[in-house]
């Protein structure tokens, strides 16, 4: 059986993020909120997703380091997106990562008063990220980083949960064919099995976003059918994380999404990174 | 009525005891006679922030303030203020902060006896509430009588409904609360289970094994192993799955 390990302080797990900084994020999201740069919308997906990471992992006593999370950005550079306190670092334990944010906002938010009503709340809202586009799409770089920066962590955690890597981009690679290099993070593995990469197209058409396909020819481009192909086959345990969020899959189906607007990262992010067996 | 009361617990794998988020009333062993006994198991949510203090609240308020069969209303408002006054002592990192606004969840059994007054205290009827899937089984001899509220292994999912310490998030949850009531005669046993012990014990019995054996014989001369060694030797054989595990056993003497 794979993935299936338990994933616990003694043997956390790991989620790598790869994140396209490229001139081109600056362009709008094609669907729904049409004015919203994609750079903006990536970056807002990535700080919600890492204060939910932190938020499951928070007990009473602190955060508990059931996760080490790397995100890697490339554009104009290739390396770890990280700043202040944690630059430089390639995968941080969450406690550190809850613990510092790049800075707290306060925010406003409506909630359910418990008596039928909804009432102003105020919360805080940390950020690690904010949104970066400049350069090209170094895209083989940064798939041959994050293959380096795995085969460490996977030398020290031999029966963890597999790492899940996401790499989020807006277009072509650059800098060649990046087929090669996700083939190797594909091969990758732990005792529970391979490591999953998943791919998220950000699209600036206005067309529906095309989720977790089985197959390459409802996709248009040569592009699209290359991130099918470099993207992992979901797990059985994910397959049905998704049909229970109403995503119609099948044993084909691949971690990989066309045409994503923010809604569609948002909920891909959050299928993707959610725990199977948290102790 | 005379009962023997006694609870077995151990935390999950790779947590220590004051990680342990189950709870149970009485917390102490208890022998004695009285014309009704109350008894609760809890089970607080793994992924909530202080979930072990609501189920000890919860337990606690079953047994001790004698809430109406209907287990809603004031009390359960109190206490959640309670609980948010407890928890917010202190300044939090924004983690806890939102934790806390989430709240915490927790499963509750609770189980009344009362003796009949028709048959002299040797006989009499027991109720039982259940939100989410902490279980009750009463045997008599060798015979399960009852299983509450769930009664099948395949009935376990990850998914159980949980009562919550903020009001928000419990105003569908109560259209779940489940009751039950029963008669009981003298020698019955009650095991009060949360559910990674419940479900084993179910599908212990649909196997064909005779599960209560172990759980009567322990803290006895007939214990094969204490109870936490017992319940390690489970999950490795994966018998079992990896969470806090309570047995609150109540003989009728």
Redesign the interface.
């Known amino acids: 059986m794979t993935y299936t390990a338990?994933i616990?302080?003694?043997n956390p797990s790991c989620f790598l993020f790869l994140i396209d900084q490229s001139g081109s994020m600056a362009d709008p999201f094609g669907v729904g909120e049409s004015n919203r740069r994609k750079a903006d919308g990536v970056a807002d997906a990535i700080n919600r997703l890492l204060?939910n990471l932190?938020?499951?992992c928070?007990?009473?006593e602190g955060?508990r380091d059931y996760y080490h999370v790397g995100v890697v950005g490339y554009g104009d550079q290739v390396g770890p997106a990280f700043s202040r306190s944690l630059a430089g670092r390639e995968l941080v334990p969450v406690s550190e990562i809850?613990?510092m944010?790049d800075r707290?906002e306060e925010r406003t938010k409506k909630?359910?008063?418990?008596?039928g009503g909804l009432v102003d709340?105020s919360?805080?809202?940390?950020i690690w990220f904010d949104p970066v586009a400049k350069g090209g799409t170094p895209m083989c770089k940064a798939l041959s980083g994050a293959h380096s920066i795995l085969q460490g962590w996977l030398a020290q955690h031999l029966a963890c949960f597999p790492p899940i890597v996401i790499n989020i981009s807006d277009g072509e690679a650059t800098d060649g064919d990046p087929s090669g290099a996700a083939d190797d993070i594909r091969k990758l593995s732990s005792n529970d099995g391979e490591v999953l990469l998943f791919n998220l197209h950000l699209s600036s058409q206005r067309a529906s976003p095309i989720e977790f396909p089985d197959s390459e020819a409802d996709l248009p481009d040569q592009f699209a059918q290359l991130l099918f192909r470099m993207s992992s086959p979901l797990p059985s345990y994910i397959r049905s994380i998704a049909q229970q969020e109403g995503y119609k899959v099948s044993e084909g189906s691949r971690g990989f999404v066309f045409n994503a607007d923010i809604v569609a990262v948002i909920r891909f992010l959050d299928i993707g990174t959610r725990p199977s067996d948290?102790? | 009525m005379q009962v023997f009361a006694q609870a077995f617990w151990a935390p999950?794998a790779?947590?220590n005891d004051s990680?342990y988020e189950d709870a149970f009333w009485p917390g102490k062993p208890l022998h004695g006679e009285a014309t009704c006994f109350r008894f609760a198991v809890a089970d607080g949510a793994?992924?909530t922030?202080?979930s072990?203090i609501w189920a000890k609240q919860l337990v606690r308020y079953f047994c001790k303030s004698r809430p109406d069969a209907a287990f809603i209303g004031e009390g359960l408002r109190d206490l959640q203020q309670r609980w948010s006054t407890i928890?917010r002592k202190r300044p939090l990192?924004?983690?806890?902060?939102?934790?806390i606004?989430?709240g915490a969840f927790a499963s509750i059994l609770g189980v009344v006896l009362y003796d009949d007054v028709r048959c002299d205290g040797h006989h009499g009827k027991w109720e039982a509430i259940a939100l989410g899937d902490s279980c009750l089984v009463q045997m008599r001899g060798e015979e399960v009588l009852a299983r509450f509220p769930l009664d099948n292994s395949a009935s376990f999912t990850n998914r159980p409904h949980l009562l919550s310490s903020?009001?928000?998030h419990?105003?569908r949850v109560l259209e779940h609360l489940r009751r039950i009531e029963g008669t009981w005669q003298p020698d019955d046993a009650f095991y009060l289970m949360t559910d990674a012990l419940a479900c084993w014990f179910m599908r212990e019995v649909e196997e064909g094994r005779m599960p209560w054996i172990f759980l009567r014989d322990l803290d006895t001369s007939g214990e094969v192993k204490p109870f936490p060694e017992w319940v390690e030797g489970l999950r490795i054989e994966k018998a079992i799955r990896?969470d806090d595990v309570t047995l609150l056993r109540v003989d009728i003497t």
Not at chain 1, 111 to 115: N, S
Not at chain 2, 93 to 99: H, L, S, T
């Open positions: 338990e616990s302080r003694a204060q932190v938020i499951k928070a007990k009473e955060i809850g613990n944010p707290v909630v359910d008063d418990g008596a709340q919360i805080r809202f940390p948290l102790r | 999950k790779g947590n990680e793994t992924e922030s202080y072990r928890v990192p924004w983690y806890a902060e939102e934790k606004r989430l903020n009001p928000a419990n105003n990896n």
